[in-house]
T-cell receptor, first 115, second 112 residues
């Protein structure tokens, strides 16, 4: 596709269940980001992938959160044993390079609701 | 460390009136600054960016922003609001690395 694709667009789960969120970046974009958007909180950085380099995981809020990027393309964000405070919109973004002057291209997000 | 403050979580303007959305930043190095817009149920898209060239930056949809180092500000303006401008606007700063820090957003409402 032409843009960043995220799935599912909406996910409702029960507390304690695991969830996986998928991001398919724009073809050729080497940089990939995950952000969390909570109501009134802005965008919270979670993790950054750049090519084959080790990811920057410094924004992951707990060890229940993990992410992978396979083959330098598709990324999966996994949240284990979900808690109600994990409810948010999870946004994926990609860019051509390290992104310091470049534009970030965002997907439409995955809205997670934990009951 | 860099940070961004957006003054006013909600701003209302009449159609045809001036739009002014405020952003102040903190950065230990000359920053790169960005404004993104998010329409309902969509991802963010870039409106404009400042990367140390001209201090007055023009973006899409008639928006512009001026970098003022002395005031550490990067306010977003548009001379005449249109109903289609109703959205949430985010200011972001980068210290010329891959890390972007986003503000908490300003929701713009345009009144008919």
């Amino acid at each position: 596709g032409a843009g960043v694709s995220q799935s599912p667009s909406n996910k409702v789960t029960e507390k304690g269940k695991d969830v996986e969120l998928r991001c398919d970046p724009i073809s050729g974009h080497t940089a990939l980001y995950w952000y969390r958007q909570s109501l009134g909180q802005g965008l919270e950085f979670l993790i950054y992938f750049q090519g084959n380099s080790a990811p920057d995981k410094s924004g992951l809020p707990s060890d229940r959160f993990s992410a992978e990027r396979t083959g330098g393309s598709v990324s999966t964000l996994t949240i284990q044993r979900t808690q109600q405070e994990d409810s948010a919109v999870y946004l994926c973004a990609s860019s051509l390079a390290q992104g310091n002057t470049g534009e970030l291209f965002f997907g439409e997000g995955s809205r997670l609701t934990v009951l | 460390a860099q940070s961004v403050t957006q003054l006013g979580s909600h701003v209302s303007v009449s159609e045809g009136a001036l739009v002014l959305l405020r952003c102040n930043y903190s950065s230990s190095v000359p920053p790169y600054l960005f404004w993104y817009v998010q329409y309902p149920n969509q991802g963010l898209q870039l409106l404009l960016k400042y990367t140390s060239a001209a201090t007055l930056v023009k973006g899409i949809n008639g928006f512009e922003a001026e970098f003022k180092k002395s005031e550490t500000s990067f306010h977003l303006t548009k001379p005449s609001a249109h109903m289609s401008d109703a959205a949430e606007y985010f200011c972001a700063v980068s210290e010329r690395t891959y890390k972007y820090i986003f503000g908490t957003g300003t929701r713009l409402k345009v009144l008919a």
